[in-house]
């Protein structure tokens, strides 16, 4: 079991900025492909910003533009920086991550093993 642990929520004024982390305790996001997903109040989980195994990037429509994943150079942590942000994209956030050689080819799509618990922003 691979433990996911973000942070870096919070509550910003709209059009300010937040970057959330992840980390997976004991490895490093190379053995990984990972996504960002967040759900609000009454709302479906949907995808908000993820890796198509090794082909680039997926936003979803809403964000593009505004927000950027990305992870570090020693693969340790998964990043998700969020700018101009809209109250609509209030939400718990989530980071999701699967063992590579899954299927992982529709970020958005793909069947993740591992889930953080979540970090809140509210944007006001």
């Known amino acids: 079991h691979v433990q996911l642990v973000e942070s870096g929520g919070g509550s910003v004024q709209a059009g300010g900025s937040l970057r959330l982390s992840c980390a997976a305790a004991?490895?490093?996001?190379?053995?990984?492909?990972v996504a960002w997903f967040r759900q609000s109040p009454g709302k479906e989980r949907e995808g908000v910003a993820g890796f198509d195994g090794d082909r680039g990037t997926r936003y979803r429509d809403s964000v593009k533009g505004r927000f950027t994943i990305s992870r570090s150079d020693n693969w340790e942590n998964l990043y998700l920086q969020m700018n101009d942000l809209k109250p609509e994209d209030t939400a718990m956030y989530y980071c999701?991550?699967?063992?590579?050689?899954?299927?992982?080819?529709?970020?958005?799509?793909?069947?993740?093993?591992?889930w953080g618990q979540g970090t809140q922003v509210t944007v006001s």
């Open positions: 999701a991550a699967v063992p590579v050689g899954n299927s992982c080819s529709n970020a958005f799509t793909t069947d993740y093993h591992f």
């Open positions: 004991a490895y490093t996001f190379s053995s990984f492909c």
